[in-house]
């Protein structure tokens, strides 16, 4: 379900059935600690896209992304201070890479790749994941 009572659940990605609901990963969080009794944790793909025709330097400014992440893992931190023991986090995805759905239309990576050299550029939302990583945000 995308939208209540007329009114979207959240802000789209790129795709057309993904959306910004950070609430709703802290919902399925504690619903998966509350219903398997505190099991561990790890959540292996969590992101959001942007337009796969994007392209250089424009490709690299990645606010969405950044801001998507910076709420999930808001959402995965009061999780987890509410008691799920989550032990790992995965963004989907490293690399701009083939969408099974969507081919080449849509970007998940915080790396871009050039498909025409193969060249990676990082993306901003890469020098941001650097800095909370490293505790600096």
């Known amino acids: 379900v995308y939208e209540r009572n007329g009114i979207p659940i959240g802000k789209q990605g790129y795709s057309k059935w993904l959306y910004v609901v950070p609430w709703g990963f802290y919902k ?5 600690k509350d219903k398997y009794r505190n099991p561990l944790m790890i959540i292996g793909e969590n992101g ?3 337009s796969g025709s994007d392209t250089l330097p424009h490709a690299l400014y990645d606010k969405f992304r950044i801001d998507y ?3 999930y893992l ?27 759905r969507m ?3 849509s ?8 498909r025409k050299t193969f060249t990676r550029y990082p993306k ?3 020098r941001w994941f650097r800095k909370v990583i ?3 945000e």
């Open 48 to 50: 959001i896209d942007q």
């Open 28 to 32: 399925a969080v504690m619903h998966v």
């Open 107 to 114: 970007k998940f990576g915080i790396v871009y790749v050039d």
């Open 74 to 100: 808001h959402e995965l931190k009061r999780a987890t201070d509410d008691g799920a023991r989550v032990t790992g986090y995965f963004a989907w995805s490293l690399l701009d890479n083939f969408e099974w």
């Open 124 to 126: 901003d939302s890469t």
């Open 69 to 71: 992440f910076d709420q």
């Open 134 to 136: 490293k505790n600096e």
């Open 103 to 105: 081919g080449f239309t």
